[in-house]
């Protein structure tokens, strides 16, 4: 995490007692859930509709539905887990080598760490006792929060972000999925139109929300990709559908 300043401008160290999780953290986790939601959505709602332009048959249409979502689910699990894990041993090996040095040459450490908050606007001196302070209580944790921007203590886990992954998509599969499955046959394909793009709208909105941009453009973009999606799957799935 990124050192925070006390109210006499210093920064403090990124592990004491209280330190308020990272904002930033946070938000990356809230938009890949909301990222995953609506690739749930948007794949599974072409997947269901294309179908349906080519069945009427519930059981197929539910079939289908089914093995879209759960292969979504795993596929998304699975990219994020090899993500995260990746991510995981780049920064494990980080902190090794950060480690290493700061048992083979402390002064050059401290020098650098120094050379880090000078850059950042502090005066040389001033820089040069926040660098001592800070490596007399933890010179691991400053350096790895002044130099590599990681916090030992709050490393990603692979397994929760594969677990939060398919979860996030399952929730956004399954509104399609419903939506295509539980109306009579002449409702199904325009209630699962109207719900699919009205949850891409409030996905699009908390996205844009999270990322500090325009909800309209973002909601635009979003509804305008998923109704162009689910058009061209039905015409497909007709198309296909009449040559059977």
Known sequence: MNAVSDTSGFPTHPNEPHHPENRAGRLNRLRAGVLGANDGIVSTAGLVVGVAGASSDRSTILTAAVAGLVSGAVSMALGEYVSVSSQR???????????????????????????????????????????????????????????????????????????????????????????????????????????VLLALALTGGISATVGGSGRRRAIARVVGGGALAMVVTYAVGSLVGTQM
């Open 89 to 195: 041993d780049s920064e494990r090996t980080l902190l090794a080598q950060e480690r290493r040095e700061l048992e083979t040459d402390p002064e050059a450490e401290l020098a650098e760490l120094a050379e880090l908050y000078r850059e950042k606007g502090l005066s040389e001196a001033t820089a040069r006792q926040v660098a001592q302070e800070l490596s007399s209580r933890d010179a691991f944790a400053a350096h790895a929060d002044a130099e590599l921007h990681i916090d030992p203590d709050e490393l990603t886990s692979p397994w929760a972000a594969a677990g939060s992954s398919a979860v996030s998509f399952t929730l956004g599969a399954l509104l399609p999925t419903l939506a295509i499955v539980l109306p009579s046959r002449p409702l199904r394909v325009p209630l699962t139109f109207l719900v």
